[in-house]
């Protein structure tokens, strides 16, 4: 599925046009972005939470040759799934796949 | 942010779109990502992330309180890999080192 998908599910499902419909994805993702570029979080109940992290250096090892090097502190993007979503996946208690 | 949060933002920077249609935009758009990962489905996302599936082995827990070993089913798990043009803006303004030594 990619934005196509939803850009089309938001049309025949409300009605917007193309366009409208097009218009919306896009900005949502855009919006999105920005909030987590400035480092708030985003909340969505039903569906998960996005959040940036500091990481502080830290020392990593090339797996390849054994080398030590430092990993630069940085910002990363987490999500966490929310109950309802994980749960969404998961219908029957007795779930074997 | 939240989803109401959103969905405020939505209305303000498109005026021709009322509060209720956006309210209905967001949802649809949220409940066909959840659709597609029920059903196995990945969603990819440019510049945001990709959303998958992950299959999570039956493995043997433990409860915390009492110490008795039981198993805890295999489970279907979604799993977020950020995308290249987010996973640069959000460390951008961690040191210019971070961001120029990966990817």
Known sequence: ?97 | MTKSELIEKLTSDLPQLNQLDAEMAVKTIFSTMTEALKVGDRIEIRGFGSFSVRHRKERMGRNPKTGVIIPVPAKRVPFFTVGNELRTRVNSDATAAASEGQI
Do not use: C, W, Y
């Open chain 1, 1 to 97: 599925m990619t934005k196509a998908d939803l850009v089309e599910a938001v049309h025949t499902k409300i009605g917007f046009s193309k366009k409208e419909s097009s218009d919306i994805v896009e900005l949502l993702f855009d919006t999105m972005k920005s909030t987590l570029e400035s480092g708030e979080k985003i909340k969505i109940s039903g569906f998960g939470n996005f959040e940036v992290r500091d990481k502080h250096s830290r020392i990593g090892r090339n797996p390849q040759t054994g080398d030590a090097i430092e990993i630069s502190a940085r910002r990363v993007l987490t999500f966490k799934p929310s109950q309802i979503l994980k749960n969404s996946l998961n219908p029957a208690a007795s779930e074997q796949s």
